[in-house]
């Protein structure tokens, strides 16, 4: 299976996984919410990766550098390994693995 397609599967679930634990922890709606769209969509975009499908791969791109910019700004302010600096981490791998072994670019 392509590497892209784990990653951004990985991303998915990483972002599932923290929207819940951020709601657990801080009852944050908004990171419940939030987690779990672009979880579900990252999700969406790997098995469309998986399956060919070339706007699933532009769609993970879209949200790997949206996450990776949102996150990069609460970085700049806080410093905090997590979920900031995972999340830019995460992006960035996806960002990468997208480009290079999904759309041969």
Do not use: C
């Not at 009852?27 to 579900?40: E, F, H, I, N, V």
């Not at 700049?76 to 992006?91: E, T, V, Y």
């Amino acid at each position: 299976m392509n590497p892209a397609v784990w990653i951004t599967a990985l991303f998915g679930i990483f972002n599932l996984v923290g929207g819940v634990i951020g709601f657990v922890k801080a009852k944050s709606k908004a990171s419940l919410m939030a987690g779990t769209l672009a979880g579900a969509a990252l999700l969406a975009s790997a098995y469309g990766m998986e399956r060919g499908i070339r706007p699933a791969a532009l769609a993970s791109l879209g949200i790997a550098f949206l996450l990776g910019a949102r996150f990069l700004g609460t970085w700049h302010k806080n410093h905090r390994l997590m979920p900031d600096l995972l999340m830019i981490l995460f992006s960035v791998a996806t960002l990468f693995a997208v480009i290079y072994f999904q759309l041969r670019l």
